[in-house]
């Protein structure tokens, strides 16, 4: 698939810290722009055969799918990384995604989190994204290979017109192949759910049935 890449401007020392403005990435599937990257790294890291970012800041990252994609996404069998990854702080500020069909993109206010990608785990921390219907937090770890065995801790808000705040913790744990969802609602709603997911083909399945499974198994009680 061919990828047209385009950089208005660049700014800074290889060595870091350095910007990069104006970048767009075209192919057949999709358009990506962003509007700045920030990158402060230790060049000198790769000596010992990893990567360390300490700051990697983003800025306006809008992503358009030009094509609807009517298979669903297969997990490959392994994630390969040439290093290993140590990115101290993440921040990503503006992000929106329309997909071919879609009026309404998907829109992030920001996004923040701590990563240490190798090549046996990936290991996600201080999570934090905002958006201005709902708020993320927590950790998340995964083997990026086989059937992706994951643990998460996560806690969240939503809001919804003209109902308290809806606060709720959720845990998910297990593999592709077999995964435990648990989720518990904070007052003024009282709710416990435990789901337990047992299917070969999740590896392929669509995430709005997976979503709409999770949905529909929690109900809301007013105390």
Not at 26 to 36: A, L, Y
Not at 149 to 154: A, H, K, N, Y
Not at 207 to 214: K, M, N
Request: some cysteine; overall charge negative.
């Amino acid at each position: 698939m061919p990828i047209d890449l385009r950089v208005d401007d660049v700014s800074g020392r290889l060595a870091g810290p350095f910007s990069l403005i104006g970048v767009r990435v075209d192919t057949e599937t999709m358009t990506v722009d962003i509007d700045q990257v920030n990158v402060d790294w230790s060049p000198a890291s790769l000596l010992a055969g990893n990567l360390s970012v300490e700051r990697l800041y983003i800025t306006g990252l809008a992503i358009v799918q030009l094509v609807q994609n009517s298979e669903p996404v297969v997990l490959p069998d392994r994630l390969p990384l040439p290093l290993d990854v140590r990115l101290d702080k993440l921040e990503l500020s503006g992000f929106t995604y329309r997909g071919a069909n879609s009026e309404t993109p998907f829109e992030l206010e920001q996004v923040r989190l701590k990563a240490d990608l190798r090549d046996e785990r990936f290991i996600l921390e201080n999570i934090n994204i905002i958006s201005t219907e709902f708020q993320l937090s927590g950790r998340a770890e995964f083997e990026p290979f086989g059937m992706y065995s994951i643990d998460s801790d996560l806690q969240w808000e939503i809001e919804i017109p003209d109902m308290p705040v809806i606060k709720g913790v959720s845990t998910v744990s297990g593999a592709t192949d077999r995964l435990t969802l648990r989720t518990e609602l904070s007052p003024p709603y009282s709710s416990e759910a435990n789901m337990v997911i047992e299917d070969h083909s999740i590896r392929s399945a669509y995430l709005r049935p997976l979503l709409y499974l999770v949905l529909s198994s929690t109900k809301l009680c007013r105390e």
